[in-house]
């Protein structure tokens, strides 16, 4: 069974799948220690399952380090689901490909180096979290586990920014969504992703820009017509200059990085359930 196809399951059947696993000593179920009256959670613990899925990197991650890092998973995987439609990008591995093939270097994209006795190993998109891309656009998806300030979010933003600026030089459009279970994540992040969306600036911006489009703007609004020929051939030279230099603010400055940002509140996972 490929990845795509399971996430599109009915709950019913991926329900009688889970009971199936378990009863093959395949998967477990537990009570993961530190959150309240939220059930059981099934833990797949055999390698060819993951495999079977494409999704072998997955067999990793199958143990449940924190209280963070479930939730994180949990609203994850819950977004998706929620949206079976949107072409997802499941491992790090298909992540990384699909981004090499429009010409994005690895070092553009978020990693980590995780330090151990075996040596050191670099991890791109290393929350693993959700992240859907096509021909028209790419959607990032950030999982707030429960987290007192928008610390995280503004981290996992830096980390993207980047390849955000890569795709949309490329005519994607970037969508955000910011995931959390409750009014208090939602509502910070919805203020965070407002101001991603209004003013992202560039240390690199050239304010000799802004300077040239205000001289063409004058130019073109005096009417002079010997002194619109001679700075720009014609009126509609101007507008064309004119058009290039204001495409040229955006990029640099990263006004219109963003296509569209929003927020996502869990309801299995609500905060009431806690």
């Not at 399952?49 to 449940?64: C, N, Q, S």
């Not at 553009?108 to 040596?119: H, S």
Request: proline letters at 3%.
């Amino acid at each position: 069974m490929q990845w795509t196809s399971f996430l599109g399951c009915h709950p019913e059947k991926v329900r009688r799948a889970v009971h199936a696993l378990v009863a093959q000593g395949l998967a477990v179920e537990e009570a993961p220690a530190g959150v309240r009256k939220i059930g059981r959670v099934c833990r797949i613990q055999a390698r060819g399952v993951f495999r079977a899925l494409g999704a072998g990197e997955f067999h990793r991650r199958r143990r449940i380090t924190s209280q963070d890092v479930l939730m994180r998973r949990l609203l994850a995987l819950d977004y998706v689901l929620d949206h079976p439609r949107l072409p997802w990008l499941p491992t790090e591995a298909e992540k990384v490909a699909a981004f090499e093939a429009l010409g994005i270097e690895r070092r553009v994209l978020p990693q980590r180096t995780y330090r151990g006795a075996a040596g050191n190993i670099r991890r791109h998109f290393h929350l693993g979290l959700p992240v859907a891309l096509d021909a028209k656009r790419a959607v990032f998806v950030y999982a707030d586990p429960g987290h007192e300030t928008a610390k995280g979010l503004r981290a996992w933003g830096a980390a993207h920014r980047e390849l955000w600026a890569m795709l949309r030089d490329l005519g994607r459009k970037i969508e955000i969504v910011a995931v959390g279970r409750g009014s208090k994540e939602t509502t910070r992040a919805d203020t965070v992703l407002g101001n991603w969306a209004r003013g992202l600036r560039s240390s690199d911006y050239d304010a000799e820009i802004d300077r040239e489009i205000e001289w063409i703007k004058d130019v073109l609004c005096s009417g002079d017509e010997r002194l619109i020929r001679e700075v720009c051939g014609d009126i509609r030279g101007g507008l064309v200059r004119l058009a290039e230099l204001q495409n040229r603010a955006l990029r640099e400055s990263g006004r219109g990085l963003l296509h569209r940002v929003g927020t996502w509140r869990s309801e299995r996972l609500r905060r009431k359930m806690f």
